[in-house]
């Protein structure tokens, strides 16, 4: 599967395929379906009258503007099919856009299962019990048959075909749909109108039987603006494809929701206007609905019938189904592309991250149709119980798009950003608190079972955000605690509503059969609770415990990180020391050869034999030091090995007296120009051939010298001796399951500097502090002490210092050293140590 091909292919095959009209068509179809031509005899008329829920869908529109405005300007920002998970991912991070994409999922699957179950609605409505045949039962009140349930079937799969393979007949297929039910509403609005005797009997404005002045009647109507406007937001999956310039978007959004506003409203103007003659008022009317009948029972679809006949009727059907068809067709495709982002980013199995030729995400089409067959079995109710939470899931979406859009405006110095996103996120806090509620607002109280079905949703979003965390191999999911306290609040506030609910619903009881059988509910229902709790801290708590535990990791790690900075920057600083000392020894034979060759240049050829002699010495000293300093820049070089603690010795044969003789040719030349009375001792050495690494030996003896120059005063001493403490000895070593003895001798050398005393605090550091990476970082005379007490543990030995007033400091370095035979020591070396000291 190669997923970058066929991305490459769809995105050739997508370029520029949605025009100004068929973005617009996306927008305004899938805002607009079957609620728009019953809600105003069930929700809006009863509550808050014609002219409140007109007034009430304005306001709403200017709100939605206010969203559509944040997410248009982020769709500049972030060109990208997902929509408002991949906004949100972007400016919050994946936390944060799973829970987007859970509230934007269970959205719009609800709004598609609402409009594939209301065809059957509506054949019930024209033609009676057609379609009533095969098993029947009965859930929640709603007659489920075999027949409605094959033709809700026929509805998914035809559309899901139609998704998946229509290819480019799509875009204007969906936009003709969605010109036929604009300019239905408009024809229908019109015929009404002209037909009408009650054109103007808007009379009362308000209902007047709700408690409340109009405002509040107008409020409760705003609060539900979501569930009328929501899928408006739905071309955000289409970024990618425009065929214009995406700052053109808002405008296009604009004259959706305008549209949108009309779709809306006109049919509550032609409920009222088309009201029986029987009744003297709407309101008469509509507080008589219970009793009625057929079309009487639906104002709209009564108001048509009555006063524009047949035709009249066949208009409104079509004009129904279009509204039914662009809804389902809109939103399968939006759908389809916010699965497929949710795959790219492995929310999902990669399978459905790839897409068909044409660009179509086949796969997360049909997983959509799959996930949708068995809906059709629940019944219309309750798929109502779910479509009425979703004004809450809704205003999630909304609430995270308004905030990207503040946070974006904020990083951007953009004031008027900044004030559209604070507006836009109230404007969603506000959405989501009052309808959830109960009874804070007029009419807002869902059913007990939305609110069981609100529940069932946060706690399932909670299950799969566990799951996605417990495989989340990029550690992506889990940085961020906020995401953690919402979905805890989520769930709880959703359970503690379901149960109030029911205890509110079931007090009645108490009146007709005593306290018993409430007693019985209420245990029951407390169960049911009290194990949704359980499940939900007990997901909640193994969160947390991975989060604490990918945080101690992730301390480790920098901690890690910033002892391997330390000891990087030690190494060199320490290498650096070293090279200086090494420089400036190798300046001064320099300086000295230069002398003596101006001697012999003044003596007109004539070279006499000191001068001859010094020229020779400074040139042989000169490139004795500069193969230690070759060693010293080859040092850095292992730089990785030293922040690891991966250091090893190199142990090589060696003349042990030829490392004192090549550190005395380094600090000579200083040691005179500070006239201090500088002397290397050998003692009569048994066994002066070693095997040991030389370089390293080189660099303890050049830090010490070091260290006594600098605190020895002008005219002092130092004394450098090495002495070998008592005879050889074999040492038992086992090496690839095989005894070997192997002749080893103590060694002992020590760095007397006269008239400078070591502080006891400096000394006691040294000698018992084992952070030594710590040290590195001190500035003299620790970090020269902690460079050789580092090698000193390398080479297992041991070290002592004793500083008295007066009588100076002394550093003793004791050794054990495997012996060499004299005949492996290179003979150069051989050859320079016979000019001992």
């Excluded at 108001?303 to 068809?325: H, K, N, R, S």
Aim: glycine content about 8%; hydrophobic content about 50%.
């Amino acid at each position: 599967m190669n997923t970058s091909k066929d991305t490459e292919t769809a995105e050739k095959a997508n370029v520029r395929l949605l025009s100004p009209l068929n973005v617009w068509g996306l927008s305004f179809g899938c805002a607009v379906g079957w609620g728009a031509f019953m809600m105003p005899g069930n929700l809006f008329l009863p509550h808050a009258g014609p002219v409140g829920s007109i007034l009430a869908i304005a306001l709403g529109s200017i709100a939605m503007l206010v969203i559509g405005a944040n997410f248009c300007k982020l769709a500049q920002k972030y060109r990208d099919n997902g929509g408002f998970f991949a906004y949100v991912r972007e400016v919050m991070g994946h936390d944060h856009a799973f829970l987007a994409a859970w509230a934007l999922i269970v959205t719009y699957l609800s709004i598609i299962w609402a409009n594939a179950t209301a065809v059957v609605v509506l054949v019930r409505f024209y033609f009676g019990g057609v379609l009533q045949w095969g098993f029947h039962y009965k859930l929640a009140g709603f007659d489920v048959y075999a027949g409605e349930i094959l033709t809700t079937w026929l509805l998914l799969i035809a559309f899901g075909l139609f998704s998946a393979f229509a290819g480019k007949a799509k875009r204007p297929v969906n936009t003709m749909l969605a010109l036929l039910l604009f300019f239905g509403i408009l024809l229908l609005f019109s015929g009404v109108l002209a037909m009408s005797p009650r054109h103007a009997s808007f009379y009362p404005a308000f209902d007047p039987d709700i408690g409340g002045t109009p405002f509040l009647q107008i409020f409760s109507m705003l609060m539900v603006a979501p569930w009328m406007f929501f899928g408006f937001e739905s071309v955000t999956h289409g970024g990618e494809e425009f065929r214009f310039p995406i700052q053109h978007t808002f405008p296009i959004i604009i004259i959706a929701v305008i549209a949108t506003f009309l779709a809306y409203s006109l049919p509550i103007a032609i409920a009222v206007m088309g009201s029986p003659a029987e009744f003297a008022t709407w309101h008469e009317y509509i507080t008589s609905l219970s009793h009625l009948q057929g079309f009487d029972a639906l104002p709209v679809f009564h108001g048509v019938d009555a006063l524009l006949g047949p035709g009249g009727m066949a208009l409104l059907a079509a004009t129904v189904l279009a509204g039914i068809f662009t809804g389902i067709n809109g939103l399968y495709r939006g759908c389809s592309f916010l699965l497929q982002s949710m795959a790219k980013d492995d929310l999902l199995p990669a399978v459905f991250a790839t897409q068909a030729e044409d660009g179509t995400p086949r796969k997360a089409v049909f997983l959509i149709l799959l996930v949708s067959l068995p809906i059709p079995f629940l019944g219309r109710t309750a798929i109502v119980w779910l479509v009425d939470a979703i004004t809450i899931s809704g205003s999630i979406a909304y609430a995270y798009v308004s905030l990207c859009r503040y946070r974006t405006a904020r990083s951007e110095n953009d004031s008027a950003g900044m004030f559209m996103g604070i507006a836009g996120l109230l404007l969603s806090l506000f959405f989501f608190f009052c309808p959830i509620v109960p009874d804070l607002l007029l009419g807002s109280t869902l059913e007990t079972e939305s609110y069981l079905l609100l529940a069932v949703w946060s706690i399932l979003g909670l299950i799969y955000y566990w799951y996605v965390f417990k495989h989340d191999k990029q550690e992506r999911f889990g940085k961020s605690f906020s995401l953690c306290t919402i979905l805890l609040f989520l769930n709880f506030f959703s359970t503690a509503l379901w149960l109030r609910q029911v205890i509110i619903t079931k007090i009645p009881l108490a009146h007709m059969g005593g306290y018993a059988p409430i007693h019985e509910i209420l245990n029951h229902n407390s169960t049911i609770q009290i194990v949704l709790i359980m499940l939900i801290l007990l997901f909640m708590a193994d969160i947390f415990t991975t989060m604490r535990k990918r945080e101690h990791a992730m301390n480790k790690v920098v901690a890690a990180q910033q002892l391997a900075s330390r000891t990087r920057g030690a190494y060199l600083s320490n290498m650096t020391h070293d090279i200086g000392l090494t420089m400036d020894a190798i300046m001064s034979y320099v300086k000295l050869a230069r002398e003596n060759g101006e001697d012999y240049k003044d003596k007109a050829g004539r070279c006499p034999h000191d001068a001859l002699n010094g020229l020779y010495q400074g040139i042989l000293h000169t490139d004795s030091i500069s193969h230690y300093f070759l060693h010293l820049v080859r040092e850095m070089e292992n730089v990785d090995r030293i922040q690891s603690n991966k250091l090893k010795l190199y142990p090589v044969p060696t003349d042990i007296r030829y490392n004192l003789k090549q550190v005395k040719d380094i600090f000579t030349e200083q040691m005179q120009d500070k006239n201090i009375s500088f002397m290397v001792y050998t003692e009569e050495l048994e066994n002066p051939y070693v095997y040991c690494d030389k370089n390293r030996l080189q660099r303890i003896l050049l830090n010490l010298i070091s260290l006594a120059y600098i605190f020895t005063p002008v005219g002092g001493s130092i004394a450098v001796t090495l002495a070998q403490k008592g005879f050889a000895y074999h040492k038992e070593t086992a090496e690839d399951s095989y005894q070997h003895f192997q002749l080893y001798a103590d060694y002992e050398l020590r760095i007397h500097n006269s008239d400078a005393a070591m502080p006891p605090e400096i000394r006691e550091k040294l000698l018992h502090d084992s952070d030594w990476e710590q040290l590195f970082q001190s500035q003299s005379p620790e970090r020269g002490l902690a460079i050789t007490k580092h090698l000193i543990e390398l080479f297992q030995g041991s070290l002592n210092i004793v500083s008295e007033p007066k009588e100076g400091t002394e550093i003793m370095i004791a050794l054990t050293l495997p012996l060499a035979k004299q005949s492996i020591v290179p003979i150069h070396m051989e050859q320079e140590t016979a000019n001992m000291i």
